[in-house]
């Protein structure tokens, strides 16, 4: 299972102080308030930095860390990639799962065929839908909906599911 969690990225500096601006990548910007600290990944490089505060800004994230007080220090992160430990992660309800847990998971439909791996996740608004690349390279996309989502298992690394009519196998 993966280690670390992407929350954002950060896309620019704010004010003179040295706040950076955060596109968040969570359903819940609201997270930020409760942590501590974050990892900033630059060119392969992965610092940890202590959050001193948190403010919003139209639907972004503005974050001053301890140490960065100057736009020039500020300027430094721009296009990082914030993590979070597993731990410092959102708790999630039961039959709700991390992106990052799912992608790689090998797709069966519910009669015993394997569809393809699950390549990526994008959500429409009202549900998720599944990318599954199949051994072809063809793209079948499945609605995250109880109809057709059976069952997953991060143990056995797969995902069952129901082919309803209109899904393309």
């Known amino acids: 299972m993966q280690e670390y969690f992407e929350i954002g990225q950060i896309v620019n500096h704010f004010g003179v102080k040295g706040m950076v601006k955060v596109m968040p990548y969570t359903d819940d910007i609201t997270r930020f308030d409760n942590l501590k600290k974050v ?21 972004m994230v503005l974050l ?21 430990e597993r731990k410092d992660a959102i708790k999630l309800e039961e039959g709700s799962y991390y992106i990052a847990d799912l992608l790689g998971m090998e797709v069966y439909t519910d009669e015993g ?14 549900n998720d839908v599944y990318v599954v690349k199949t051994e072809e390279y063809k793209q079948i996309l499945l609605p995250a909906i109880q109809e057709v989502v059976k069952e997953i298992s991060l143990e056995e690394n797969k995902i069952i599911v129901h082919m309803i009519s209109g899904l393309e196998q």
């Open 113 to 126: 065929k394997l569809l393809g791996i699950l390549d990526d996740i994008f959500n429409t608004g009202s």
């Open 64 to 84: 001053k860390f301890e140490g960065i007080d100057k736009i020039e220090d500020a300027e430094k992160l721009r296009n990082g990639i914030l993590k979070v």
């Open 39 to 59: 990892y900033v990944v630059i060119r392969q490089t992965q610092k940890q930095y202590i959050i001193e505060q948190v403010k919003y800004h139209k639907n």
